[in-house]
Nanobody, 112 residues
């Protein structure tokens, strides 16, 4: 049974940083690309970042390029999202995704 568990969200001031984690289980993590999505209130869920199975290739939404970094540790079955220079418009629930599997989400709120 595939399970994805996010952690690391919270309240941060504009310009601050947070690091999200996604712990995966129930599948061979190192064989699959992984995604981070987010959904802000009243908006559709959007793809934030993607990482290849080995971690050597990444891709980002234009809105976060240069500020967010996706990474993974296949030995720990864990994916990360380092978020720097956070803006109020980054406020959303952030979700870990692989195929049809989704985590429960972790809330990120950027506010002074």
């Amino acid at each position: 049974q595939v399970q994805l568990v996010e952690s690391g969200g919270g309240l941060v001031q504009p310009g601050g940083s947070l690091r999200l984690s996604c712990a995966a289980s129930g599948f061979t993590f190192s064989r699959y690309a992984m995604n981070w999505y987010r959904q802000a209130p009243g908006k559709e869920r959007e793809l934030v970042a993607w990482i290849s199975p080995g971690g050597g290739t990444t891709n980002y939404a234009n809105s976060v390029k240069g500020r967010f970094t996706i990474s993974r540790d296949n030995a720990k079955n864990t994916m990360y999202l380092q978020m720097n220079s956070l803006k109020p418009e980054d406020t959303a629930v952030y979700y870990c995704n692989q195929g049809r599997a989704w985590g429960q989400g972790t809330q990120v709120t950027v506010s002074s």
